[in-house]
């Protein structure tokens, strides 16, 4: 290509490039550590019932038939995700067989955060499953073009028998969810489209609100598929059924015991378990190792410990990641490491100021720094002030301030923030 911006070197330049070196000793297959990997039914551990409620729900579509739409809850790292996707790949595997077209899409509603986008990530799904040649505009238009690609007059439906959509953490698309699962559990009840669709729409929370209104509800059924989180036992299970990751002997089960003790503190998280192994796998390749060694499922610890606040304090609404971020500046910057709810709501007023933020109420800020201690990001307590003061609440960052600080604010408005507060003298 000739305008292509990443040039690739010829052949000859690259036959001694220690790129191509296969020195490895550590891992086999790394894909099987990977938490995208979709492995095959025999590395599932644990979800035999939830498999089995799903193929219910979505069995019909392989025979040309309609299947069923449901919900499924579940803590991260429960197996929704997998579960979801493993059953519909079969389902769609099955649907060839039976020479069925099962068209099936799977959208990150994390990623795919509004109605419009939702849309558009199933269309092109769509597309380029079916008519892989038909235009549709990336951008400048609205959600409804993208359902006319679906289900009008020329819509790429009429092509296929049945349709499967996965919408993973539907909780992020806010209110526009109602309308994503009305447009989709509707369309084919009002004639708009000659196939049937079935819907899996996951989330994290347990405590869901954002449950389908009238217009959708007959379409869903009544209950729920909920997944409860591993065990200790499970967790050791499901590394022992992905060991063949690693190189023969290179793992042995002392390491893979401590790995899932250690996923097994934090509500069973098989993708945090899965993290830890492969983290331990590179420490030992990077420290020159033959073996993984419990010291390196101990450091990957450490460092999942890290990489899981962070995630955690980037998903935090804006207001209480500004209130958190005045936490670790004033870790910083002062020579105490607690700090009253007061001190901390005049640096956030300031924080708020800087990134354009009308700011909320000190008893607002309270309640959301309160809620930083659940995922241990914060400690907070009360403590007396004597008299004159009275009893008062302190709270304690439990993580370094740089990376909290980093973490809280996006990173082209993090400079302009600093040099705000600087400027007040805080």
């Known amino acids: 290509m000739a305008n292509d911006p990443i040039p690739t070197p010829s052949i000859k330049d690259l036959q001694d490039d220690r790129m191509g070196e296969e020195d490895d000793n550590i891992f086999e297959r790394r894909e099987l550590l990977r938490p995208q990997h979709v492995p095959d039914k025999s590395r599932i551990v644990g979800r035999d019932e939830e498999i089995t409620i799903v193929e219910e729900l979505l069995k019909p579509a392989a025979v040309g038939d309609p299947p069923e739409s449901g919900f499924i809850f579940g803590k991260t790292g429960t197996g929704k995700s997998l579960v979801a996707k493993h059953v519909t790949g079969r389902a769609r595997g099955i649907a060839?067989?039976?020479?069925?077209?099962?068209?099936?899409?799977?959208?990150?509603?994390?990623?795919?955060?509004?109605?419009?986008?939702?849309?558009?990530?199933?269309?092109?799904?769509?597309?380029?499953?079916?008519?892989?040649?038909?235009?549709?505009?990336?951008?400048?238009?609205?959600?409804?073009?993208?359902?006319?690609?679906?289900?009008?007059?020329?819509?790429?439906?009429?092509?296929?028998?049945?349709?499967?959509?996965?919408?993973?953490?539907?909780?992020?698309?806010?209110?526009?969810?109602?309308?994503?699962?009305?447009?989709?559990?509707?369309?084919?009840?009002?004639?708009?489209?000659?196939?049937?669709?079935?819907?899996?729409?996951?989330?994290?929370?347990?405590?869901?609100?954002?449950?389908?209104?009238?217009?959708?509800?007959?379409?869903?059924?009544?209950?729920?598929?909920?997944?409860?989180?591993?065990?200790?036992?499970?967790?050791?299970?499901?590394?022992?059924?992905?060991?063949?990751?690693?190189?023969?002997?290179?793992?042995d089960g002392s390491v893979i015991g401590l790995a899932a003790a250690l996923a097994a503190r934090d509500h069973g998280d098989a993708r945090r378990a899965l993290d830890i192994l492969r983290t331990a796998g590179k420490i030992a390749k990077k420290s020159g190792e033959s073996k993984v060694l419990e010291e390196h499922v101990k450091e990957a610890d450490e460092y999942s410990d890290v990489n899981r606040s962070i995630k955690l304090i980037q998903s935090g609404t804006p207001h209480a990641r500004y209130a958190l971020f005045a936490l670790a500046y004033l870790t910083k910057t002062k020579l105490d490491d607690s700090f009253r709810t007061t001190k901390i709501y005049d640096v956030y007023r300031d924080v708020a100021i800087a990134t354009h933020a009308d700011s909320v109420s000190h008893q607002r800020i309270l309640e959301l720094m309160k809620k930083w201690s659940l995922p241990e990001i914060t400690e907070n307590y009360y403590t007396g002030g004597g008299k004159s003061e009275g009893s008062y609440r302190e709270h304690r960052l439990l993580h370094d301030p740089d990376i909290v600080m980093s973490s809280a604010i996006e990173k082209d408005s993090l400079q302009d923030v600093l040099e705000h507060l600087q400027s007040k003298g805080v």
């Not at 199933?122 to 990336?138: C, G, H, K, Q, T």
């Not at 989330?203 to 409860?228: G, L, M």
């Open 96 to 251: 060839q067989l039976k020479e069925v077209n099962l068209a099936a899409a799977y959208v990150d509603c994390d990623q795919y955060n509004t109605e419009t986008r939702t849309a558009r990530r199933l269309a092109f799904s769509v597309r380029d499953a079916v008519e892989p040649e038909r235009y549709i505009p990336d951008s400048g238009v609205g959600a409804s073009r993208y359902y006319d690609e679906l289900w009008g007059d020329d819509g790429m439906f009429n092509q296929v028998d049945a349709f499967i959509a996965i919408l993973d953490e539907i909780d992020k698309l806010g209110h526009d969810a109602t309308e994503v699962l009305s447009k989709l559990s509707r369309s084919e009840e009002a004639g708009k489209t000659g196939c049937y669709i079935g819907v899996l729409a996951i989330s994290n929370k347990t405590d869901y609100t954002e449950s389908p209104d009238e217009r959708v509800a007959s379409s869903f059924q009544d209950d729920p598929i909920v997944f409860p989180p591993y065990d200790a036992t499970q967790l050791r299970e499901i590394l022992e059924r992905r060991a063949d990751a690693f190189k023969e002997g290179t793992v």
